[in-house]
T-cell receptor, first 111, second 115 residues
Framework: QKEVEQNSGPLSVPEGAIASLNCTYS??????FFWYRQYSGKSPELIMS????GDKEDGRFTAQLNKASQYVSLLIRDSQPSDSATYLC???????????FGAGTRLTVKP | DADVTQTPRNRITKTGKRIMLECSQT?????MYWYRQDPGLGLRLIYY???????NKGEISDGYSVSRQAQAKFSLSLESAIPNQTALYFC??????????????FGSGTQLSVL
């Protein structure tokens, strides 16, 4: 079992819809969770971080964390074509920077 | 802008050759990392360094070595390159206190091909 698992996609949504990206992790002691966005041919860029159970909102993005279910998700509201990218889930098991990444979910937002 | 710079951007080499990838940063961060990215496998940590005198192996350090020449410089070496080291390599930094030092800032990447 991979430590951090994501659906590889591609996930396709129409412009203006909500895109829902999911991630599960295996290490129960994980404390810190991150979402990175990576455009094709570019480097990953941090877009969200979450550390406690519940929702965290930042503009059109909402991160959701459920430690009991070992599940973290990213919702993108009012999706735009510019949101088309690969989204990487990252988990820091003991907050010691041995970060583990999922393989990423490719999102396409169609105009 | 404070930045993370990797050189070279692209490199093609032959099996058995020694190669060095370089990373420098102007962010003033103490922590530096080397990751490789392979299709379907995501990013995997090779080595990381929390300061000049601190070097740690990551998930996949075999076949690689690193040098932290200064706070701002962290280089990755492949002593004898092999084809399965063909990948996209990223340098990253983090800094600050608390959760801030978990947030990674990536360089533009080096595409390495070993023939």
């Amino acid at each position: 079992q991979k430590e951090v698992e994501q659906n590889s996609g591609p996930l396709s949504v129409p412009e203006g819809a909500i895109a829902s990206l999911n991630c599960t992790y295996s290490d129960r002691v994980s404390q810190s969770f991150f979402w990175y966005r990576q455009y094709s041919g570019k480097s990953p860029e941090l877009i969200m971080s979450i550390y406690s159970n519940g929702d965290k909102e930042d503009g059109r993005f909402t991160a959701q964390l459920n430690k009991a279910s070992q599940y973290v998700s990213l919702l993108i509201r009012d999706s735009q074509p510019s949101d088309s990218a690969t989204y990487l889930c990252a988990v820091n098991p003991l907050s010691n920077n041995d970060m583990r990444f999922g393989a990423g979910t490719r999102l396409t937002v169609k105009p | 802008d404070a930045d993370v710079t990797q050189t070279p951007r692209n490199r093609i080499t032959k099996t058995g050759k020694r190669i060095m990838l370089e990373c420098s940063q102007t962010k003033g961060h103490d922590r530096m990392y080397w990751y490789r990215q392979d299709p379907g496998l995501g990013l995997r940590l090779i080595y990381y360094s929390f300061d000049v005198k601190d070097i740690n192996k990551g998930e996949i350090s075999d076949g690689y070595s690193v040098s932290r020449q200064a706070q701002a410089k962290f280089s990755l070496s492949l002593e004898s390159a092999i084809p399965n080291q063909t990948a996209l390599y990223f340098c990253a930094t983090s800094g600050g206190s608390g959760h801030s030092n978990e947030k990674l800032f990536f360089g533009s990447g080096t595409q390495l091909s070993v023939l």
